[in-house]
């Protein structure tokens, strides 16, 4: 089944808050998440950051996950992206891949680039980067300090704008 991506709703603020300060998702962000003390207020107010932009995957009308665009530059075209598939039975399905696909195909902030990057240890989210159409570009030395030390393995993908 193609998931469905739509923007993120202040309605949505809780869920949301729910997912990100889930341990197995908190494990896998970058360093400003992993407290798990995210609210809903807090993510209400990322909703209305113009450097951010928070879409929803939905299943059969069920959210299950998140893509955020953040550090968006619309002047030279470029944001980092991140994401989290919050509902477990959909994990290993597809669904992420195919959602950041369908989101990047549609370029709604007109982007010419859009970067990302995976700890080491998140294999899972290296392979759904790569079916998502992402290249490897590099790494940054030990930057990511989730159970010992590891690289970020840097991705981008350029888009039709």
């Known amino acids: 089944m193609t998931p469905a991506v739509r923007s993120a709703e202040p309605a949505d603020a809780e869920r949301?808050?729910?997912w990100l300060n889930a341990e197995w998702a908190r494990a896998y962000l970058s360093s400003n998440l992993r407290g798990g003390t995210m609210t809903a207020p807090l993510i209400r107010a990322a909703l209305r950051r113009p450097d951010q932009s928070w879409h929803v995957i939905e299943r059969d009308t069920d959210a299950v996950g998140l893509i955020v665009f953040d550090q968006i530059d619309r002047a030279d075209g470029i944001a980092?992206?991140?994401?989290?598939?919050?509902?477990s039975a959909a994990r290993g399905r597809g669904l992420m891949p195919a959602a950041l696909m369908q989101i990047l195909?549609?370029?709604p902030l007109r982007l010419h680039v859009v970067t990302a990057w995976a700890g080491v240890p998140n294999v899972a989210s290296q392979r759904c980067l790569e079916k998502a159409g992402?290249?490897?570009?590099?790494?940054i030395t030990g930057a990511f300090a989730v159970e010992g030390?590891?690289?970020?393995?840097l991705f981008e993908r350029v888009l039709a704008a």
């Open 149 to 153: 030390r590891h690289d970020r393995i």
């Open 80 to 87: 980092n992206l991140w994401y989290a598939l919050g509902d």
């Open 105 to 107: 195909d549609l370029n």
């Open 16 to 18: 949301i808050a729910a």
């Open 134 to 139: 992402f290249r490897k570009i590099g790494k």
